[in-house]
Nanobody, 119 residues
Framework: QVQLVESGGGLVQAGGSLRLSCAASGRSISTLIMGWFRQAPGKNREWLIAILQNGGTTYYLDSAKARFTISRDIAKNTVYLQIDSLKPEDTAIYYC????????????WGQGTQVTVSS
């Protein structure tokens, strides 16, 4: 099972940008579907975006297309989430997760990184 550690969260003003990182160990991210999720206080977890084994992108949230970009560095075994034009409603804990295929569940999760956007 792959181990995941997120970083890069913090407090940012509305309109700013952040790049979150998800460092993986135990398995190459090139063999996995790597996804980003978020959960705001009192709300259900939202699936945002994923990067596939072939490097393609899948958006789970249509509204993520405009401001969220996923990328990866296979040599560093790290996946990134770039969030631009941050809004207060982006405040949440952001998690990365991994699964082996579209038919498998996301069964490896990081501990999350807090993103807080001030207005």
């Amino acid at each position: 099972q792959v181990q995941l550690v997120e970083s890069g969260g913090g407090l940012v003003q509305a309109g700013g940008s952040l790049r979150l990182s998800c460092a993986a160990s135990g398995r190459s991210i090139s063999t996995l579907i790597m996804g980003w999720f978020r959960q705001a206080p009192g709300k259900n977890r939202e699936w945002l975006i994923a990067i596939l084994q072939n490097g393609g992108t899948t958006y789970y949230l249509d509204s993520a297309k405009a401001r969220f970009t996923i990328s990866r560095d296979i040599a560093k075994n790290t996946v990134y989430l770039q969030i631009d034009s941050l809004k207060p409603e982006d405040t949440a804990i952001y998690y990365c997760a991994a699964r082996v295929s579209h038919s498998a569940p996301y069964n490896s999760w990081g501990q999350g990184t807090q993103v807080t956007v001030s207005s």
